[in-house]
């Protein structure tokens, strides 16, 4: 069988996790990545291509795709909801127009299947807790909206040109593989864990919780996080399901257990062994207050498992901060 993947956005946070996973299982991997986002250098060996490209580049995505390949893999987003407020043009562009000029191209290819990364941002407010796959699709934020777009229209070319397309709704991705140089190094950083290790670590000097007046325990958000290679194994699995025949289309991918602020706040003060204040500031617009994944579809269907624990998570994510750091100091 063709063993050759296309990583959209694959030197990204989660898609670099993923080409090593792929590499590491014996698939021949091409990364495309435009570099608009997070680090900028290639951290793989030479046997790993690499090309410096955006996805909306007619002519020289025609030229990759003259080599066949049996699946792509799209991590190729811009992905804070806090900012596609500020700017739902840029969102809009990028993870809306952009992945049609791509989709475009690969019609008629001898590309098979295309797996598609989602988020639960899709579903906006839950009425219904955990959230399953069948939940209303109401986003709150541009980022979300853009996500549920492409979901649609992928239905549209799997049903009409025959397509296989396969969506996993990420919840909180997080963690790193800190021992092959991969992490989370956004810029700028807008996720919990990274951005509380940063102000433990002295990179940050404040470190702010927008919002205690939530419908929670504790009055903050509460959100589902999973490790970054329970993600990346949840492709795999996809992948073979569909290879298989499988039909299910649509897939949560979370731990199914839901950790507010101050939970997560209270298990680095554990990992780190550091004390420290927070500065709690007003709510931002688009924080849903609570999403947990109901991922029984999952589970049962893909004969997906989380790996990870949020001990796990915050453990590999701090050796990876501390990397980061000496990074820097050493410039």
């Given amino acids: 069988m063709n063993n050759k993947i296309l990583v959209l956005g694959g030197l990204g946070y989660i898609g670099s996790h993923m080409v090593k996973l792929l ?11 435009n570099l608009s986002n997070g680090r900028k250098e290639n951290p793989f060996s030479s046997e790993i291509k690499f090309a410096n490209l955006d996805i909306s580049d007619v002519g020289s995505i025609r030229e990759v795709l003259k080599e066949e390949f ?3 893999f799209h991590f190729a987003a811009f992905i804070e909801a806090g900012e596609s407020m500020s700017k739902p043009e840029k969102y809009y562009k990028n993870n809306v127009a952009n992945t ?11 590309i098979k299947y295309l797996i598609f990364s989602s ?8 009425v219904k807790l955990p959230i399953c796959e069948k939940h209303k699709k109401d986003p709150v934020n541009i ?21 296989n397309c396969g969506i996993l709704r990420y919840f909180n991705a ?53 490790h970054v290679y329970d993600i990346c194994q949840a492709h795999l699995d996809l992948l073979n399901y569909m290879i298989k025949g499988g039909k299910e289309r649509h ?11 101050l939970e997560i706040i209270d298990e680095v003060k ?32 893909l004969k997906w498992r989380p790996r990870y624990n949020l001990s796990d998570i915050i453990k590999s994510a701090w050796e990876w901060e501390k990397i980061l750091s000496n990074k820097i100091n050493k410039l």
């Fill in 70 to 72: 049996l699946a792509v």
């Fill in 119 to 126: 988020t639960a941002a899709i579903y906006g407010e839950p």
């Fill in 143 to 163: 980022y979300g909206h853009s996500k549920l777009i492409i979901e649609e229209i992928l239905q549209n070319y799997e049903r009409i040109y025959g397509l």
């Fill in 100 to 110: 049609i000029e791509f989709l475009n191209q690969i019609i008629g290819s001898k």
């Fill in 270 to 301: 554990k990992c780190t062994k550091k004390d420290f204040s927070i500065i709690y500031k007003k709510r931002r617009d688009g924080d849903p207050s609570i999403l947990v994944a109901d991922n029984s579809l999952a589970k049962q269907k």
């Fill in 174 to 226: 997080c963690g790193s593989d800190y021992k092959n140089n991969l992490g989370e190094c956004h810029n700028p950083e807008t996720h919990l864990i990274p951005l509380l290790l940063q102000y433990v670590n002295g990179r940050r000097k404040e470190f702010y919780v927008y919002g205690d007046d939530y419908n929670t325990k504790d009055g903050t958000c509460i959100r589902d996080y999973i």
């Fill in 23 to 33: 590499h590491k299982n014996g698939y021949e991997v091409t990364i495309i990545d």
């Fill in 251 to 261: 897939f949560n991918i979370g731990s199914g257990t839901g950790y507010s602020i």
